[in-house]
């Protein structure tokens, strides 16, 4: 069993629906962060949390620690938004605050 | 705005030569990830650097890969003698520290080995 799984693993949706990506992970975490990897190929950070909940724009990403559960939503999807979302954790100071990565939800947002 | 630097974009390379794959991080930030992204493996970690101490490098095969940094503005990411299998696409990432903060990670463009 993978310390990251994320699901779906490929998603396609219309422009305009509500778009919900789950990371689940089996370690202590000090952070989580989710990534967005455009076909470029070029990554980004779009967020980094350890409680509760932040959003940017049409992004929103909360996290239940005790749950070790985390989501990505999008809300008003674009086709802009098509990319492959990357779940990845990173372990405490004490466990070398290694970086584990999820293997990526492949977005698609049709017109 | 403040940006990765990686260099080179791309590189082929035959079989047997060496390569080297520098990074440039933010200034002021004091982490510095390498990351190798393929097909089949997705993202991996090779080597992590905090205040240019490696902290981490068991993602990396000593025998032919090592990273060093030699100042607080560069990074590299050196493979001897390289192979096929080495093709990927090589991500340079630094951040900032401190305590019990982690800031977010920004990346660089990454590299993308071809070894024929």
Redesign the interface.
Known sequence: KNEVEQSPQNLTAQEGEFITINCSYSVGI??L?W?QQHPG?????L??LSSGKKKHGRLIATINIQEKHSSLHITASHPRDSAVY?C?V?AP?TS??????G??TQLTVNP | DARVTQTPRHKVTEMGQEVTMRCQPILGHNTVFWYRQTMMQGLELLAYFRNRAPLDDSGMPKDRFSAEMPDATLATLKIQPSEPRDSAVYFCASGLEGGSYNSPLHFGNGTRLTVT
């Open positions: 000090s952070a962060h990534l190929g070029g990554i980004v950070s967020f980094m990357i990845a990173r100071p070398g605050s290694r970086l584990t990565f293997e990526g």
